[in-house]
């Protein structure tokens, strides 16, 4: 599984272990599954899906003003705010 | 000495004192409870991007091309000084503590011939520099409830600032606040936000695993997106510290006094006492010596 964490200035909004996020990256969306090589990118105001088991419907949350980092332990989405 | 009237209000007087300051400060313990979940809350995102800007700074060359908020302007003349304080006083010595430390940095820095100018937030900040360093207070902001600030908020003084700063009004800019260490302890601090230093750890630990991240745009890209935001990140973590430290500080302040009240009350009490026997045996004393007399 991958360990993902979302995190606003004012809260850690989310941190568990999920299958794949979809991220809106600045260069175009990308998919972090598990053992993901390690990134930084920039993010676009939209939607991040998360899937929590491989085939399921995802989860949608919309972040604005984000920044992405997958490293060793899992992937990491910074964003200035969250809405639903 | 005074008349058991006189003794009778004040009594009085002081016992609604302390009803007042006793319900101050438990509304302060409500709000610090508030106050450091929220800093303890903001923690994750802050720690987060410290490493990240951390680590990407190690990796960009500072050369022409890279961002003033990281490189500076190659001068240090000007200096601005960020005070964050509160709105509100009844708060001991929290705003007296942060506006002193700055005024002691100002000062040694005025002597070394560099030029300081002060951007407030808050108002008891503002007065207390204002009555010192008149010609030199650059900006005031009035924040209100440091309790109710948000990201947003933060934000604004930081892109305030930055606008500020590539406008060159200042080279270098420093940010005091109180950190909150516990209910009885807050510490004023001051740290430098712009430019921004880096702490450049001599081995790098949790990175050195990974050699080759990948980064989307790029290195400097990424960078030049963060700094600006890791300024507002600065600047609200100040606000929360500041925020809890309040509570905390003012919650003290308010239980000596109503400590002090209580033993206020306590003496007047023994003085309206005393003063009243002493009327009582007079009285007697009056009463017998009449009665001997017939």
């Known amino acids: 599984m991958l360990h993902f964490e979302l995190v606003t200035p004012e809260r850690l909004v989310r941190s568990e272990d999920v299958y794949m996020v979809v991220v809106p990256g600045t260069e175009g969306d990308f998919g972090v599954l598990e053992n993901h090589a390690p990134l930084m990118s920039t993010i676009r105001d939209g939607e991040l899906a998360i899937y929590r088991t491989q085939g399921s419907t995802p989860e949608t949350i919309r972040i604005e003003g984000g920044f992405a980092e997958v490293n060793g332990v899992g992937l990491v989405v910074l964003a200035e705010a969250v809405t639903g | ?294």
Do not use: C, W
């Open chain 2, 1 to 294: 000495m005074a008349s058991l009237k006189a003794l009778k209000l004040r009594i009085g007087s002081v016992k609604s004192t302390q009803k007042i300051t006793k319900a101050m400060k438990m509304v302060a313990a409500a709000k610090l409870r508030r106050a450091q979940e929220a800093a303890e809350a903001g923690r994750p995102y802050a720690q987060t991007l410290e490493r990240v800007v951390a680590s990407l700074a190690g990796k960009v060359q500072i050369g022409e091309g890279s961002s003033p908020l990281l490189a500076g302007t190659g001068k240090q003349d000007v200096h601005l000084f960020v005070v964050a304080t509160s709105d509100r006083g009844l708060a001991g010595a929290f705003n007296t503590n942060i506006a002193r430390l700055a005024r002691r940095r100002a000062d040694e820095l005025i002597a070394q011939g560099k030029t300081v100018k002060f951007y407030t937030i808050g108002r008891k900040g503002r007065a207390a520099l204002a009555r010192i360093y008149r010609d030199r207070m650059a900006h005031g902001i009035e924040p209100g409830d440091l309790g109710k600030l948000t990201f947003a908020d933060a934000r604004g003084y930081a892109d305030d600032l930055i606008r500020r700063y590539l406008n060159g009004e200042f080279d270098v800019a420093h940010l005091f606040f109180s950190t909150f260490k516990s209910v009885l302890a807050q510490e004023p601090t001051e740290q430098q936000i712009i430019p921004v230093q880096v702490k450049v750890s001599a081995t790098p630990s949790a990175d050195s695993g990974m050699a080759a991240v990948e980064y989307e745009p790029d290195e400097e890209s990424i960078l030049a997106e963060l700094l600006p935001r890791n300024i507002a990140i600065q600047l609200f973590r100040a606000m929360r510290e500041n925020a809890a430290s309040e509570q905390g500080s003012k919650m003290t302040a308010m239980d000596n006094a109503t400590r002090n009240a209580g033993d206020l009350i306590n003496r007047l009490t023994i003085e309206y006492n005393r003063t009243r026997q002493a009327a009582i045996t007079t009285e007697l004393v009056e009463i017998i010596s009449g009665a001997e007399a017939l």
